[in-house]
Antibody
Framework: EEQLVESGGGLVQPGGSLRLSCAVS????????MSWVRQAPGKGLEWVAH????????RYVDPVKGRFTISRDNAKNLLYLEMNSLRADDTAVYYC????????????WGQGTMVTVSS | DIQMTQSPSSLSASVGDRVTITCRAS??????LNWYQQRPGKAPNLLIY???NLQSGVPSRFSGSASGTDFTLTISSLQPEDFATYYC?????????FGQGTVLEIK
């Protein structure tokens, strides 16, 4: 079964750091671009970042540029999101998602991990 | 960045109704438009990709269409499990952007 499982969320103080992980199983991880998408409480979906199959290209949404880093370990089937200088407005459920097809649809999602930034 | 404007933001309907949700892109995205359903407390689920292609396993009462920069999601006959929030998303260019969502509620 194809599966994405996020971990690493929790409560962190403003200015703090957190690293999220997404464990992949059931498909060839190295064949897909991957993304992180977040959803603040009661709000809509916001794409955060994506990474190419081999990790050679990365793009970010403006609010996280310079603070978040997406990476991957294809040997371990793991996707990461390193988050630094966290702010209250980074509070959200963070989903990892598989980029699929020529139209960049997100066809497989994890269950999400909650990140709360608060003092 | 490409802005995606969804309408309506909320919609009340009854089981068996036909409903339509629209999404407008701020510039041409060709047919790089995808639709998702999200139930409370769950991850989104891909319904339609490339504007009009039904994702595997999605019921045929869901359909999508496109006209220029306007896109439409139609549910032909609402079922109880269809009451959820729906999002459009453009896959044309980064940053990928979503519409603000449409909450479909039971009348």
């Amino acid at each position: 079964e194809e599966q994405l499982v996020e971990s690493g969320g929790g409560l962190v103080q403003p200015g703090g750091s957190l690293r999220l992980s997404c464990a992949v199983s059931g498909f060839t991880f190295s064949s897909y671009w991957m993304s992180w998408v977040r959803q603040a409480p009661g709000k809509g979906l916001e794409w955060v970042a994506h990474i190419k199959k081999d990790g050679s290209e990365k793009r970010y949404v403006d609010p996280v540029k310079g603070r978040f880093t997406i990476s991957r370990d294809n040997a371990k089937n793991l996707l990461y999101l390193e988050m630094n200088s966290l702010r209250a407005d980074d509070t959200a459920v963070y989903y990892c998602a598989r980029d699929w097809g020529n139209y960049d649809a997100f066809d497989l999602w994890g269950q999400g991990t909650m990140v709360t930034v608060s003092s | 960045d490409i802005q995606m404007t969804q309408s309506p933001s909320s919609l009340s309907a009854s089981v068996g109704d036909r409903v339509t949700i629209t999404c407008r892109a701020s510039q041409s995205i060709r047919n790089y438009l995808n639709w998702y359903q999200q139930r409370p407390g769950k991850a989104p689920n891909l319904l339609i990709y490339a504007a009009s292609n039904l994702q595997s396993g999605v019921p045929s009462r869901f359909s999508g269409s496109a006209s220029g920069t306007d896109f439409t999601l139609t549910i032909s006959s609402l079922q109880p499990e269809d009451f959820a929030t729906y999002y459009c998303q453009q896959g044309h260019s980064a940053p990928r952007t979503f519409g603000q969502g449409t909450v479909l509620e039971i009348k």
